[in-house]
């Protein structure tokens, strides 16, 4: 994609947006990342969809920086942009699934978003970032639009295949583990009744515990001890097996 990655890690460190004036910038490709008049930096995904023979422009809220980094932010934007390409609107399917509904149902996304700003902000900001970054790069592309009131301990495997595929165990049990977090703050929240991220943690497969095979036998190690003693000048001993 030609235009894409005009941003760097260290450009971004850097940058200090005048306040009480909204900035941008521009990595392309759709992406950017804006600034509000309070500071706050939100990346964004810009494209265009076809309604009714109109040609409009729709933005996607992806998340905050530095929660989310440029890295990441590139992955979900590589996502939305598949998505758009296969006829899909993601602004539309986000709405559909966090507006308010009749039932007040709201998206996964949403429940997540509400689980950071009350819990992850507590955490150093490496631990929020890596939490938050699997986060934003596995699940939210994949489930965020869902009702979390709909959402089945099977669909938590459309977030695990591809990792498990990679023989990223411990990544996909972490992941899994975060969605478990969202879920029980939603169930206190009455916006969903289950947690099937944590149904699904049987689905997973266990942890292979690596066995060594012994470096010496006991015959090795008896010849071993007797010429010791005769190197060490040590009274003869016994060994048995």
Not at 32 to 56: E, N, P
Not at 86 to 113: C, H, I, N, T, Y
Not at 136 to 157: E, F, N, S
């Amino acid at each position: 994609m030609a235009g894409v990655h005009l941003l760097t890690t260290v450009a971004l460190k850097q940058w200090n947006p005048e306040k009480g004036k909204e900035s941008k910038l521009n990595d392309g490709g759709g992406l950017i990342l804006v600034a509000s008049r309070k500071g706050t930096k939100t990346w964004r995904f810009r494209y265009f969809v076809t309604v009714d023979g109109v040609r409009k422009e729709r933005s996607y809220t992806i998340g905050d920086f530095p929660g989310i980094s440029l890295k990441e932010a590139r992955e979900s934007r590589t996502a939305l942009q598949s998505d758009v390409e296969a006829g899909k609107d993601p602004w539309l399917l986000k709405k559909m699934g966090s507006g308010e509904s009749s039932a007040g149902e709201k998206s996964f996304r949403d429940v997540a978003q509400m689980w950071h700003d009350m819990h992850l902000t507590t955490l150093t900001d490496g631990a929020q970032r890596r939490t938050w970054g699997q986060m934003a790069k596995h699940v939210l592309p994949v489930l965020g639009h869902y009702p979390i009131k709909q959402i089945r301990p099977k669909d938590i495997t459309l977030v695990t295949d591809p990792i498990l595929k990679l023989g990223k165990t411990d990544t996909a049990k972490r992941v899994v583990g975060s969605m478990s977090n969202v879920f029980k703050y939603g169930m206190a929240l009455e916006h969903c009744e289950t947690n099937p991220a944590e149904a699904a943690k049987i689905l997973l497969p266990k942890h292979q515990k690596a066995h060594y095979k012994a470096l010496l036998d006991w015959q090795d190690i008896r010849r071993f001890m007797q010429e010791l003693d005769q190197l060490t000048g040590a009274p003869r001993r016994t060994y048995s097996v």
